[in-house]
């Protein structure tokens, strides 16, 4: 009877890190939040204010994927100073579909997105290149998981030029 092999990086991390296993976070134990792979393709999107507020919200979500922290919440969680940062923050997500918000009688609720959607609505606002979007694929396709079909990317008009040449 043959045992069960373990995997490439459990060898590597036992070669090179004898008694590693105690020193890392174990997810099978729970207390985590996901991260999807996919969310890398979006790191360069995202400024550092946004990145700790999609980071705080995402550990704030439980299996629903909501979450409703006030704005100091963030603030004390995260370190930023002001609330106008915090709510920059939460627009750009908004904007880039990683987030919804409701206010729900007084609390504003959350939910978290897939990042796959903040991926297709950032090649559908022209911030993201077609080679970036299949790059993403690239990377879901590895996996097995679904690829992203965006939707045409919006073009906005130039403004037309006024009389007289200004």
């Not at 999807?36 to 204010?49: C, D, F, H, K, Q």
């Not at 993403?136 to 006024?162: C, R, S, T």
Request: proline share 7%.
């Amino acid at each position: 009877m043959t045992t069960k092999r373990k995997q490439k990086d459990e060898r590597y991390r036992d070669a090179c890190f004898p008694d590693g296993a105690k020193e890392v976070f174990a997810p099978k134990a729970g207390g985590y939040a996901p991260l999807p792979y996919i969310s890398r393709e979006l790191l360069r999107y995202l400024e550092g204010a946004e990145l700790k507020v999609w980071i705080y919200l995402l550990t704030r979500g439980g299996p629903q994927s909501i979450c409703y922290p006030t704005y100091e919440d963030i603030m004390r969680g995260t370190g930023i100073k002001g609330k106008g940062t915090v709510s920059k923050s939460i627009h750009r997500l908004e904007k880039i579909g990683l987030i919804r918000s409701h206010n729900d009688r007084g609390t504003r609720r959350y939910l978290l997105r897939d990042p796959r959607l903040a991926v297709a609505k950032l090649y559908e606002l022209n911030e993201m290149t077609k080679g970036e979007l299949e790059d993403a694929n690239d990377l879901l396709e590895i996996m097995k998981l679904p690829l992203i079909e965006p939707k045409p990317k919006i073009v906005v008009p130039k403004a037309a030029k006024k009389a007289g040449g200004k």
